[in-house]
């Protein structure tokens, strides 16, 4: 048996996540054992795993750790596919930090309270936010303050009020800081007028003015016992509640949000012709992990999703994303995930020796990758040649469904009327070529009256 | 009634601000997690408070709404 430890849970001496024969599992170390008996005996297990606010496990032999320091090992309910804040549009992450409230809310009805509020704790599963680091309790010791505060702070409230008063670009500042962004930048960012609201006032600016002029003051938060009540606490999570609530941004307006709802290179059977061939490919491979590159609002996506795919739906523009996101909120579409991700420049590896969050092909390779209308943005736009695509494609996907469109297309000549036309490779020859050197092409199918194409390629 | 809460939380707002000016300054190094400890405990006290009198203040919108069914 092998045992490998995952990405950041080094952190946590509570007790460290590791992964055997593919299968994850978690370590609860001795020093744990009265919190993580709290948890499993007073309810709040049941409770939050009932309402799906907690990653259910199973306890397992406790030798298969192999330590001297191992109380229990649990198996914890695997997540089909792990996203970071930074990749999540603005609806998601009040999502998520709304979920962590609650869960806040409700662990402090059973005596227990939440020790760390990384928005890395949290992930989607079946479209909903939910807690994955089930050693995130401890017993609450009356009249302490929360100890988890500045970091809910921090990963939370200051990148959504950046996106929310600023630009919703900030949100990828959390992938410069890993620990969430510090206060005192987020107070530096924000407009005066911010200053206005009780929350962000009070969260952000003071929370800011007060870190920095403390920072030696060496005081935990059992220090301070007996000088917080628990009216207090109740405070401090309604009023992050109603802050988180407060924050707002309406997409719209932006290049790709409304790229279908005014489409003009497609006619209507175009779009329907596309539409059946994607679906009928989506048919014969029947995959279980789908990626849709440059998904826009999902339209393709959902036809992965309906056929019962996990299908991850990544596109750079936030308006896009947050459009598909709420669509997905308001259906209840379990088996979407859209996120904010750039694949020309895609998430790093970051974090201690860059190994504690991964890169997007580390995270799963897809059954099936759906690259629709996208080809020339990477060929032309971005200056990618044809294998070099191949080549990341195929490390993030097994089979591909690739849309070919042509040089004389309205779309690339946009692309081109601001430069020089130095892409005498780009034809559809060079473009099965260069795909060729990873992927078989199994089958092509023009689209009536556009001039582009669809693939569907095969990994050898 | 909405209204009249607003002011209430906007007074405490700013006697939360004014109790900032009194907060004692430590030599600044490399601890944030302090400062946020202690923020907690200085504001703790007004929200506690805006807590209490919102059970209040729906205890006499309740009493009130009560007396008006009949």
Redesign the interface.
């Known amino acids: 048996m092998t045992k490998a430890g995952i990405g950041g849970s080094f952190r946590d001496p509570s007790g460290t996540v590791f992964e055997s024969d593919g299968v994850l599992y978690r370590e609860v170390a001795h020093s744990y054992r009265p919190h993580y008996d709290a948890l499993l005996s007073n309810g709040l297990y049941e409770s939050l795993t009932a309402s799906g606010l907690l990653v259910p496990h199973e306890e397992v032999d406790p030798d298969i750790a192999g330590g001297a320091n191992v109380y229990r090992v649990i198996r914890p309910e695997r997540i089909p596919f792990i996203s970071y804040p930074y990749e999540w549009c603005f609806g998601a992450l009040k999502d998520a930090a709304l979920a962590m409230l609650r869960i806040q809310s409700i662990a402090m009805e059973h005596g227990i309270s939440l020790k760390d509020a990384s928005a890395f704790n949290i992930q989607f599963r079946d479209g909903k936010p939910l807690l994955i680091d089930t050693l995130s309790f401890e017993i609450y010791e009356e009249g302490t303050?929360?100890a988890a505060?500045?970091q809910f702070?921090q990963h939370f409230v200051a990148p959504l009020a950046l996106m929310s008063n600023v630009d919703v670009r900030l949100g990828l500042l959390s992938k410069l800081y890993i620990d969430g962004i510090?206060?005192e930048l987020a107070s530096a960012l924000l407009p005066g007028r911010s200053r206005f609201s009780?929350g962000t006032?009070?969260h952000i600016h003071?929370?800011a003015?007060?870190?920095?002029?403390?920072?030696?003051?060496?005081?935990?938060?059992r220090?301070?016992k007996g000088?917080?009540?628990s009216?207090?606490?109740?405070?401090?999570i309604?009023?992050l509640t109603s802050t988180v609530k407060s924050y707002q941004w309406q997409p719209s307006g932006t290049t790709w949000a409304d790229y279908y709802s005014e489409a003009d290179h497609y006619s209507r059977e175009a779009l329907e012709q596309k539409r059946r061939v994607v679906a009928a490919h989506l048919d014969e491979l029947n995959p279980s992990l789908v990626l849709d590159l440059g998904a826009n609002t999902g339209i393709f996506s959902r036809l992965a999703a309906e056929r019962g795919a996990l299908t991850v739906s990544l596109d750079l523009d936030p308006a896009a994303v947050e459009l598909s996101y709420r669509e997905m909120v308001s259906k209840d579409e379990a088996n979407l995930l859209p996120l904010v991700f750039d694949l020309t420049n895609p998430s790093p590896p970051i974090g201690w020796s860059n190994a504690e969050r991964d890169t997007l092909d580390r995270r799963g390779v897809a059954d099936v990758g759906i690259a629709l209308a996208l080809i020339h943005h990477l060929a032309i736009g971005n200056n990618v040649p044809f294998a070099l695509l191949a080549a990341y494609f195929r490390k993030l996907c097994k089979n591909l469904i690739i849309e070919f469109v042509p040089k004389d297309d309205s779309k690339v000549q946009v692309l081109l009327a601001s430069r020089e036309d130095v892409f005498a490779d780009y034809d559809e020859k060079f473009f099965e070529s260069g795909f060729e050197n990873y992927f078989e092409i199994r089958q092509r199918t023009e689209l009536a009256g556009t001039g582009r194409s669809v693939y569907l390629m095969r990994a050898p | 009634m909405k209204t009249r809460f607003g002011f209430i939380c906007w007074a405490l707002y700013l006697a939360v601000l004014m109790s900032m000016l009194w907060v004692p300054a430590a030599n600044a190094y490399l601890d944030p997690g302090s400062g946020s400890v202690i923020f907690q405990v200085v504001v703790g006290g007004a929200l506690a408070l805006s807590v209490g009198l919102k059970i209040f203040w729906h205890r006499i919108v309740r009493f009130f709404s009560r007396k008006d069914d009949h």
Not at chain 1, 231 to 236: E, N, P, W, Y
């Open positions: 303050p929360w505060y500045r702070c510090p206060l009780i006032k009070l003071s929370h003015k007060s870190s920095q002029k403390h920072a030696g003051a060496r005081v935990s938060v220090d301070m000088r917080f009540s009216r207090a606490f109740r405070g401090f309604e009023s």
